[in-house]
């Protein structure tokens, strides 16, 4: 099977440092080939993935990120560019209304963000044309509730193996994430300092949103031993995390995946993240890791912290998060979409037995 791959433009794939979306298509590229299939991947001009690419005319523009009229000449140039693939697999939003054009090849897409009202109006516009991948069990009862059915759930992963397993040694807690406050930022360090454990926080902060929050609410908050170390690439990611007694995710959002949570664990290191969005699909209460209501509960749990078993952590990641498990489920669905594409009225979706037809009385 030839696979179709079409990247945001906002960032080359992979990532040099955050980027969430950009991560997956390298990994899923990636595990294709692998397993034996053709990629073409289409994503902004400065990608490295070590697949046969496409690169578009323009290199990764990050400080465009939401301009419409930059993401629709992007999917345009890209589902012309993948029109002899045997299927596309878009992860942009604005892709799927493109790429659904008389003669183009059959088109999945993952809704890679949570379904705020105006994204459902998109997402409603060509869902009966289109099969959405949900990112988790949280996000497609987000989706139903604004009357949108997805195709199939499909959690994001990774390889165990791609990790060094951690001794969580160094003495600190860890966060992961964007300097916003849906993150938690600040929750984190004040649970940090509540526990009397030091805290590094490596964060995305390039917007001037993103900066102005930082200031009011986070950098009054950097005593002592919490610390912000800036924003990391991925190696230096899981090194933090790898020498972290744990990572701490007290998201104030239902966060329709959070993959950093799984790169912790495929470190050995536990996870105490707020019981929203996605975070109990991932994290096993009381073995890797502990949901936690408030900041008190989590400065709580910190205690309990090291009778957790780090090899655990790894072994949820190998049995529930593998790369095999992500591609194994993306080909389920993109040979249901091939195969029913001429007779199903949703190809993605399983069809109806039809009624016998009856004799015709002359």
Not at 291 to 319: H, K, P, Y
């Amino acid at each position: 099977m030839k696979v179709g791959l079409l990247a945001p433009p906002w960032l080359p794939v992979p990532p040099p440092l955050y980027g969430g979306t950009e991560a997956v298509v390298d990994r899923l590229a990636r595990g294709l080939v692998a397993a034996g299939h053709e990629v073409l991947l289409f994503a902004a001009g400065d990608s490295t993935c070590p697949v046969e690419t496409v690169a578009d005319t323009l290199p990764a523009r990050p400080e465009h990120i939401g301009i419409t009229t930059v993401e629709l000449a992007h999917v345009i140039r890209g589902h012309d560019s993948l029109a002899r693939c045997d299927i596309v697999h878009d992860h942009t939003l604005a892709g799927p209304a493109i790429g659904t054009r008389p003669g183009a090849p059959p088109l999945v897409t993952t809704s890679h963000g949570p379904f705020t009202p105006e994204v459902s109006e998109v997402y409603r516009s060509f869902a009966r044309r289109v099969p959405i991948i949900a990112i988790s069990h949280s996000q497609a009862v987000e989706a139903a509730h604004e009357g949108i059915q997805v195709a199939t759930v499909i959690h994001h992963g990774l390889d165990a193996d791609e990790v060094t397993a951690g001794a969580g040694d160094g003495g600190y807690l860890a966060f992961v994430g964007r300097m916003h406050p849906d993150k938690g930022v600040d929750a984190a360090a004040r649970v940090a300092h509540a526990a009397g454990l030091p805290l590094r926080i490596a964060a995305k902060m390039r917007e001037p949103a993103e900066q102005a929050w930082f200031e009011a609410n986070v950098k009054p908050l950097l005593v002592g031993d919490v610390e912000y170390v800036g924003e990391l690439g991925q190696a230096d990611v899981l090194t933090l995390v790898q020498g972290a007694v744990a990572l701490l995710n007290p998201i104030q959002w239902a966060e329709p995946f959070g993959l950093v949570m799984v790169e912790a664990l495929a470190a050995g290191t536990p996870v105490l993240a707020s019981p929203l969005g996605a975070a109990p699909e991932i994290v096993e209460h009381g073995v890797t890791g502990f949901l936690c209501g408030d900041e008190a509960t989590m400065v709580a749990r910190l205690a309990e912290v090291g009778r957790l078993d780090r090899d655990a952590c790894r072994a949820t990641v190998t049995a529930r998060f593998s790369t095999a498990r992500v591609v194994a489920d993306h080909l389920a669905l993109y040979r249901r979409v091939i195969k029913a594409r001429e007779d199903a009225p949703r190809p993605w979706q399983e069809a109806r037995p039809r009624a016998p037809r009856q004799p015709v009385r002359r």
